[in-house]
T-cell receptor
């Protein structure tokens, strides 16, 4: 089966610019996650979708970050405007979701974002 | 609050055995995952435990004690390719994963 697809793989922007990331989860996976991972740390959940609804966005900096999953499949994560501290790897993951707690999350390759 | 603790770094010798510990304090516990993450790559799933005891998968085994809030990942017959970070994560009843910071494992010849 095809894995989680993310693009772009790398992105370099200047602070105060905008950037968007795209994720296509594994087919049939109801739950989609966006994580931020800073070097040497574990992933930090930004937002969790169940189909096209938001389950948890408590750690999403809503003044600058936004995410959507309009049709319950693909998702985009946007940062506007970017700050230096946003330099990190942005990981998208998906899982089967409801009724399947023992099913692992599958990760995409991530987008490595550098803010100059 | 939710908290997961793992050692920051461990070193082991090729061919040896290493145990990576993870302690957690979370509400709504519904299982514990171990993931492997090579530098510059995404995490990949290793194991899942929801009941107490040992789960064995080839060279890797994972143990869980829910009463103690404790898990470990045991790696046998270490190979150089096992050099990676190992992340412990607890899944809660709302499907949220609480992640540890990871243990960087360095394998020496």
């Amino acid at each position: 089966e095809a894995g989680v697809a993310q693009s772009p793989r790398y992105k370099i922007i200047e602070k105060r610019q905008s950037v968007a990331f795209w994720c296509n989860p594994i087919s049939g996976h109801a739950t989609l996650y966006w994580y931020q991972q800073i070097l040497g740390q574990g992933p930090k959940l930004l937002i969790q979708f169940q189909n096209n609804g938001v389950v948890d966005d408590s750690q999403l900096p809503k003044d600058r970050f936004s995410a959507e999953r309009l049709k319950g499949v693909d998702s985009t994560l946007k940062i506007q405007p970017a700050k230096l501290e946003d330099s990190a790897v942005y990981l998208c993951a998906s899982s089967l979701g409801k009724g399947n707690k023992n099913q692992p999350q599958h990760f995409g390759d991530g987008t490595r974002l550098s803010i100059l | 609050g939710q908290n997961i603790d793992q050692p920051t770094e461990m070193t082991a010798t090729e061919g040896a055995i290493v145990q990576i510990n993870c302690t957690y304090q979370t509400s709504g516990f519904n299982g514990l995952f171990w993931y492997q993450q090579h530098a510059g790559e995404a995490p990949t799933f290793l194991s899942y435990n929801v009941l107490d005891g040992l789960e064995e998968k080839g060279r890797f085994s994972s143990f869980l004690s829910r009463s103690k809030g404790y898990s470990y990942l045991l790696l046998k017959e270490l190979q150089m390719k096992d050099s990676a970070s190992y992340l412990c994560a607890v899944i809660r009843s709302n499907y949220q994963l609480i992640w540890g910071a990871g243990t960087k494992l360095i394998i020496k010849p």
